[in-house]
């Protein structure tokens, strides 16, 4: 029992000093600019812990091949991500909840190892798939090992109920946020950001980028606040404000590169509402 004991505080320790700075953005041979240009531009500090429910993922896929990407918790043992952030090979994942420094350690973090086989995919996203044609299913939930501990820095993500089931958004203000460079080149930044898009219609989506296809699956934006978020980090949440209550209707995808004019794509909850409903544990 001793010597366990002495096991589990040398790995928590270890995974507590993990240095985020040094990590990469998640990428993949088959098209590394595409994903390495997906995190939020400047953006806005947001006050510390304003959003309980973001969470941030250290993924390895090989010892040379790490990368770090967003998601948010929706129930006590499930983190909502995108798919394409989990590609093979893939050796261990890690999921860090009520951070606001994502470098350092601050005690209302919570971190979880997730057995890489508690990685539920959509079943009809196209695995290994990477391309600027946008897939359609591109959702998935990761599975935590034990209930994360529900706190004033760890909440539960609100999805959309009721007649928002129906609901497209269009003209509405989202915040996009995640733990992304301030500037391309530099480190990404230590302190989650946001950014504020508008949300536009799928038919003027299509129009501005009509080399890619837009499916109903997606939602569109335009970013007015002060930088891009290009999207965000893969699997970050996309929230509406209604009522004094942040609703999570979208969130991150792999999509077209950013700062060049395009709008922001995101994947729409709505339709996986369902989906997510039978496979939150």
Known sequence: MKVFAIFVLFISVAFAYTDWSSVDQLYHPKDVRILRERR??????????SI??????????TPTMVGRSGGSLITPRSVLVAAHCFFSPLTSVTVILGAHYINRIED?????YIDVEEIIRHPDYEYDTFNLDLNPNDIAILVLPYEAILNDYVQLAVLPTGEQTEELFTGELATVSGFGR???GEPWTDDLRSTTNYLIENEECQRLLSTFTIHDSNVCAENIGIGSSCGGDCGSPVTILRDGVRIQIGLVPIGPPCNQGFPDLFTRVNPFLDWILENAV
Do not use: M
């Open 52 to 61: 309980p429910y973001q969470a941030g993922t250290l993924i390895e896929h």
């Open 182 to 184: 301030i500037n391309p």
């Open 40 to 49: 939020i531009h400047i953006g806005e500090p947001v006050e510390p812990h």
């Open 108 to 112: 209302s973090q919570q971190r979880f």
